[in-house]
Structures are given as C-alpha cells and as structure tokens.
C-alpha cells in the first residue's frame, strides 16, 4: 500500500507553503514542538503577519497566485535554500495537488499531509465518487460521467430532475457550482460553472447531482497514521453557507445522536482507509431530515473549520498532523476520544453582507478583540488570524480574515461566549460580515438549532441590515438634506453650476445616511444607507428611492420639533431634532440618530436609466457578454468580472444597448472605474 512509501520521516525545520491566518496558525504549533519556521510570500504580502511571525521567509514571485503560492518550483526552492525538512501547505493553494506532493517525494521533503495517490482518488469529485459507490458509502444521485457533451448533460439533468446541483469535477471552496432551477436556465449555469472552473483549477468537467431542498451539513473529521491507523474526532456542523461556503461552523452537531455518529464516524473511517489515507482528512456528508446521509466528498487537508473540533476534543490538530508526518503513531485511540462541550467558528470575511456578499478591500486601521473589557475567558476564546492593525485587505486572495472561535459548556453557553466576543471585535477601514455574523449568532432560529443549508436565505428577511431600518425616520432625515441641498443649489445662478444639475430637467441627489451607533466610522458601509431623491420642482412632492423602494414623499414641518413624513400617502409623525448634518429622529418608541451627508448629483437629463456601469469591486474582466451595439433587454448579462476567485456578473439597467466597452476581457479594474457606456431606449 502507499501508506509504506510515505515520505514520513523527523525533520527540525518547517516550511508553510500558505498565507494569512492559516500559516500564523500552523507556525504557532510548530514553534511550540520547537521547530524553526519558514514563511513564504508574494509581493503583495511581503510585509504580511505570517512574515513578520516566521524565522526566516522567502519570497516566491509576484502577487498574483499562480505566479507565487502556486508555483510548485519556487516553493521546493524556498524549502532547499533554508534547509526545510518538511512542507506544511495550510488549505488552499498546493494543499490538494497531487503533483506537487510528487515533486516533494523526488525532492526527499516530507510533505504534511496524504500521499499523492490518496489526493488523486479525492481530489476529482467524479472519480471519487466512482470509488465510494464502489466502496459502499452512500451517494447523492447524480451523474458524475466523463462524456461532457451539453446535450448529454443536459439530458442528465432531466433525468436526475430539477433542482439539480452542477459542480465541477475539480472543484472546491464553492467555486464552479450552480443550483440550476429549470432547464432553461441549464446552459448558461453550464457555461458560468465551466469558466468559472477553468479559471480556478485549470479544467472544465461538470457532475451535476440531485439538489437537497433542506439537507445539513455534516462533516467527519479523520486522522490515519503510516502505521495502519484511523480514528475519528467526531463531527461538525457546517449548514450555515452563503454561496455554498461556510460562515458559522459548530461541533458536535446539535441533535446527534450516539449511533449515528459512530454510523458516519466508521462510514469516513472506512472511506478513508479505502484510499490508503494518511494524516487529517474531511469526510464531508450532506445529512437529511429523516437521518440518512449521503457522501459528499472528501478533503485531504486540514480544514478552516478544525478548530472547533480542537475546541472540543481537546487536542491539537497540528500538532497530531506533525507527527503522523514523522512518522509517529497517532496520539490517541478512538476509545480515547472523548467530547468536551460546545465550540463555535465564526469566519470573518472582507465582505458586504448588504451587498450580495461582495468582497470588500482597503487597510485595516484598527484589528482588536478586548477579551478582559468584554469580561471573557482567555480560554474560552480564540482570535486565529492572518492580520493586524495596519494591514492591506488586497483582492488577490481569499477575503477570509480571521476566524472567531468558542467553547462553552453547552451550547447556550458557547453561543453567549460567541454573541459576546463578536461584539468585542473592533475591526476598522475595511468592510466586514462583522455584524452580520452577530445577527446569525442572535438568530432565534439559530438560537434554537433549527439548521439547514439554506439557513441565510429562508431568514434572509431578518438576517440583513439595511432591510430593518425605521423607515420613515430615514426618509425624514433625508428629506430634512435633501431640502436643505435643493435650497442651495436652486438659489445658485444656472450658469454656476457644476454638479450636473440641468434647466428644464429634474435632477437626482444622492445623500447617504449613516448612523454613528452602528458604524465604527463615517465610511463603514454596514451602517450606510444611500438615499436618492428627485422632484419635478420646488414644492412638489420627492420621489425617493430607499432600501430599494422607491416613495413618493414629503415632509412638513409642524409644531415646534414636530414633522409629518407621508411615504405613498402613509403619513407617521415624529420628532426631528437638528444639528448639524445629524438628524435625530424621534418617536415614543425609538430615536434614530442620523447623520447625513451629500453624495454627489446624477444627471438625468438626457438618459432615463444610468448611462454608465461602474465596477463595484477591484478585480479583472473575465469575459464581454454582447457585443457593442446588440439590443438587450433589462437584466440581461453584459459582462462577468472576477474578483477574490468569485464572479459577478454586470446586467444591463434598462432595454437599451451598449454603446462602447471600456475593458476586454483579462482587464485589471479600480473600484467605481466605468466600464461600459449604456444607451437606454427612448
Ligand atoms: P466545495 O468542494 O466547492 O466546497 P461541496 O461539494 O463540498 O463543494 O459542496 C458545498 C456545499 O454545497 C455543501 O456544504 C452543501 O451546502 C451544498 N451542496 C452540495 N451538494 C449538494 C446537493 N446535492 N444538494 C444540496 N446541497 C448541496
């Protein structure tokens, strides 16, 4: 078996082939085993924490990943030149490549993980699944063939049934995988899941499986030393996702029961030996409401979610990996294992929850948890993170930042712990989940463990932000600008002006509100609303567009502080007190405190809908959808853009046609850069 050629042997120094929170975590085990460290970087990271943590660092290449952290030489020579007797590749990046553990063979390093072959079994999905089927484990129905004709697939599709799930073969992290809902939308899912694989891992196949209306996620850890060993270390529950990837990660899984984790605990053990496994791996299964679980797929790495296993088992995860990879038996027998209470993971992302999870870039000019100030235990808590204060969020890698973890006594205790830490993380200048993971975490439906996979959208009502605003507070307070705004320029001489504003047109101002008691600055955007008002003249109503409505509305001013706000001829009083550009609103029930400030004026003189698209994030074009001049309908796709390895697709704002393209495909884009002029129909 392989398990006998596996290139395990003591070695004294270690080398991480990663970055971020993931390299700092593994080099903080291996510093405590007493082995030097060696970090690697890319430009863009050449000053980063895992550098400033490690003995020694190596530059490997420009900041793009596939010229640095991917590039299997650089890597080997980074190891060669300080001497790195074995090579600890994180998640991501080189982790699951199968080549790359070869090279590392012939190169007489130790590779921390399995043997190539054991990588090549999981590391297709298809195949794999070839292999578990084969081996007994049950599997989710679905087609995982090599012919990739489109008819074909398309034909399996219907066989199979819709909902289907298309995923790429070589996939991973949620990239390259659809939920297709009806056969008209099969080909274009086809063709985004194809590129967006291609451009991720270099190869196209698509499987498509039966799509789980309400499966959880549930995951086995497993552990297999050179000696013919296999342990379980229980599972984790990973159903809340966004996109398919995991936000909020907790073990044991709420409501297992004991034969059923020995039932899954045996079923990974078994998948595991099946492929001569060595080292930490992931059996993932999807997990229904009557109790049967399916296979999903294995991982042959450690996991970002590992620590809640730690947490609760008592043990370290990097420590056990280590030494299996010198060849040592594993610490303890399954007998051994024992669960200790409850742990929570919470991912922090460079995000905007509001905004379709669009990852978000900048520096960070404040990263702090006040564990003391919050009144929490030190060992109960732990921050593993890639970053400080001061650090750039670039979009090269993964927006992952860091990673919140708990443990309690229970789970009503760990999810307290949780609630609590989140809200003593201080995380300024770059916009974050932040808030939106304390949301999930003071969920009832949370709260009460009623998970599910499709958790953040069957609670997406009360889940996100912007949609529980006090609605005629902020539209008061922005009319209380928009007045204010309209008084100054209307009083201006039309041949002064310079903002946009047009005769005999009306025009659009733009005003964002932000309430301070819920930003940690003026620019945090989880406490910015934008608001966009316009009106025919003075004195006629505003139709306002707010949280993605849009009102007609006034104000009129009562007795002393008092105003009426009428939204669609709803009319509601209240208190506004001014100072300023704050605004507070108030009612006998609540007061909102605002503070409001001009955006900038949009002409609309000529073009009914916006005339320009402007790319929300920093990333690069990946491909023209039209051609300049083709007639398209309102939503339909104009352009997909790629930023962190995720797409987003521009779609046209009106029927109308694209005049000029200002990118090709392969482009580098700046947030707010125009990427295409738009003509709207008349
Ligand atoms: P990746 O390797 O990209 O993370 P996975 O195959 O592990 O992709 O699936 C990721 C997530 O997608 C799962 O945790 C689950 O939420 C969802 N998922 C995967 N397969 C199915 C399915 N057949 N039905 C419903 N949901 C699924």
């Known amino acids: 078996m392989s398990q006998t050629n596996h290139n395990a042997k003591r070695f004294d120094t270690l080398l991480v082939a990663n970055r971020g929170e993931i390299a700092c975590r593994v080099m903080r085990t291996a510093r405590a085993l007493g082995l030097r460290t060696v970090a690697v970087y890319s430009d863009a990271d050449a000053n980063a924490r895992h550098v400033r943590e490690a003995d020694e660092a190596v530059r490997l290449g420009p900041a793009a990943a596939r010229e640095s952290y991917l590039k299997v030489e650089a890597v080997i020579e980074a190891a060669r030149r300080t001497g790195a007797g074995a090579i600890h590749p994180g998640y991501g990046f080189l982790s699951e490549n199968g080549p790359f553990v070869e090279a590392l063979d012939a190169a007489g390093i130790t590779f921390v993980g399995p043997p190539a072959s054991a990588i090549a079994a999981m590391g297709d999905k298809s195949a794999a699944k070839a292999r578990m089927h084969d081996a007994g484990v049950p599997l989710v129905p679905g087609y995982h063939g090599d012919d990739q004709d489109d008819a074909l697939l398309r034909d399996e599709a219907e066989r199979i049934g819709y909902p289907v799930l298309l995923k790429a073969s070589a996939g991973g992290g949620g990239k390259g995988m659809r939920v297709v809902e009806s056969a008209d939308g099969f080909q274009a899912a086809l063709d985004g899941c194809r590129r967006e694989s291609q451009a991720a891992f270099g190869d196209q196949r698509m499987l498509i499986e039966k799509y789980l209306t309400q499966p959880r996620h549930v995951e086995v850890q497993v552990f297999c030393d050179t000696h013919g060993n296999g342990v379980y270390l ?109 742990s929570f993971e919470a991912r922090l992302y460079a995000e905007d929850p509001e905004q379709d999870f669009l990852p978000a870039t900048g520096t960070l000019s404040r990263f702090a948890m006040d564990l003391a100030g919050a009144g929490l235990e030190p060992s109960r808590v732990r921050l593993d993170s890639g970053v400080e204060t001061g650090d750039a969020v670039s979009m090269h890698y993964d927006p992952m930042l860091a990673k919140l973890i708990v443990h309690g006594d229970d789970r009503t205790q760990a999810l307290a712990t949780l609630n609590r830490a989140l809200a003593a993380l201080d995380v300024q200048g770059v916009v974050t989940n932040r808030a939106f993971l304390q949301r999930l975490a003071t969920h009832p439906a949370f709260r009460e463990a009623n998970l599910d996979t499709r958790f953040i959208e069957r609670n997406e009502a009360t889940l996100f932000a912007a949609r529980q605003i006090d609605l005629e507070a902020y539209a008061g307070a922005a009319l209380i600008g928009l007045h204010q705004l309209a008084r100054e320029c209307e009083s201006d001489s039309p041949w002064d002006r310079h903002d946009g504003f047009r005769l005999n047109a009306p025009h659009t101002i733009r005003i964002a509100l932000c309430d301070p008691a819920h930003a940690q600055d003026e620019d945090d955007s989880e406490a910015v609303v934008v608001v966009e008002g316009r009106r025919e003249a003075e004195g006629s109503p505003w139709q306002l567009t707010l949280g993605g409505r849009t009102f007609a509305a006034t104000l009129e001013p009562l007795q002393g502080d008092a105003v009426a706000v009428t939204l669609d001829g709803h009319r509601r009083r209240l208190q506004a007190r001014r100072d300023g550009n704050v605004v507070v609103m108030v009612d006998p029930q609540r007061e909102t405190r605002l503070f409001w400030r001009r955006i900038d004026a949009i002409d609309h003189g000529h073009h009914e809908a916006e005339s320009t698209l402007t790319a929300p994030m920093h990333g690069t074009v990946v491909a023209l959808l039209v051609e300049a001049g083709t007639r398209v309908e309102k939503g339909m796709p104009l352009m997909v853009m790629e930023a962190m390895k995720m797409e987003h697709t521009m779609t046209a704002p009106a029927d109308g046609h694209v005049e000029s393209f200002h990118f090709a495909a392969g482009d580098t884009v700046g947030q707010g850069d125009v990427l295409l002029e738009f003509a709207a129909d008349e």
């Open 234 to 342: 229980f599972e984790r529950d990973c159903s809340v996702q966004r996109r398919h990837q995991k936000v909020l990660e907790e073990a044991p899984a709420p409501g297992m029961t004991a034969p059923l984790r020995r039932e899954m605990g045996e079923a990974a053990v078994r998948a595991a030996k099946e492929i001569g496994y060595v080292g930490a791996g992931t059996v993932e299964f999807l997990l229904d409401a009557d109790g049967s679980f399916y296979f999903m797929e294995m991982n042959t790495r450690l996991q970002v979610e590992h620590p809640v296993t730690e947490m609760i088992t008592g043990q370290d995860l990097v420590a056990w990996q280590l030494k299996v990879a010198m060849g040592e038996p594993l610490p303890l027998a399954q007998d051994e294992l024992t669960i200790t209470g409850h």
